[in-house]
């Protein structure tokens, strides 16, 4: 029954005209406290999905999960997970909750999942990073901010993989100065998205989320709050006559 109710829910939703959506969105947040809703309307307004991270078959839980925890903190819409033989699983004492306020986006289903998630954001405008120690890569301060960046990092044993290798657009290098020879896994992410995302932000380049694009994760973040939700929605929808 509950899966019917999210289909029933997900299918109605993705009918509505913008101009429904604040109106439903509206009526949704009436069942949360004003603090709440500020505080969200607040939040919304500092996220991104100019910058993406993308996790290839991480077997740490806890270093996937403290990516989701400093993604969420510098304000990242979005984390890929790829599964190829590592089958993620959130460790919440690391995350802290986090990925109720991300998406995260798994891709398991393909043959070759990571040829198929990189490709997905191509053809979304993102220009692939692979994360390299190569001497020839390009610098992270010098990497362009202009375009969509969606940012490869592999496991610690193995690295990326050839495939991500060939895909990627752009090899990017985080400067060492030590005598060890790369960062922990959560850390580059860590460093990546704090630069990155400083320079956008001081940028003149239009890193905020669209207006449909911040409502639809209100909606999301308000439906976290609310106990039944999918009940609750399918009511509201009903009695607009969203349905």
Known sequence: MEIVFFYYVMNALSQLTIEQKKVYYGELAKLCTENRISLFENIVKQRTKHLTIVLENIYQPHNASAVLRTADCLGLNSVHVIENSNKYEINPDVALGS????????????????????????????????????????????????????????????????????????????????????????????????????????????????EEEQLDTLIKWVKHTIRYNDRVEKEILHRLGYE
């Open 99 to 210: 990925s109720k306020w991300i998406d995260i986006i798994r891709h398991n289903k393909a043959d070759e999942n990571t040829k198929q998630c990189l490709q997905s954001l191509k053809d979304d405008g993102y220009t692939i990073v692979a994360t390299l120690p190569s001497e020839k890569n390009v610098m992270l301060d010098e990497i362009n901010i202009n375009q969509k960046l969606a940012v490869v990092f592999g496991t610690e044993l193995k690295g990326l993989s050839d495939v991500a290798i060939s895909e990627a657009d752009v090899y990017m290098k985080i400067p060492m100065y030590g005598f060890t020879e790369s960062f922990n896994i959560s850390v580059s992410a860590a460093i990546t998205m704090y630069s990155l995302g400083s320079r956008l932000r001081r940028s003149d380049v239009r890193w905020q989320m669209s």
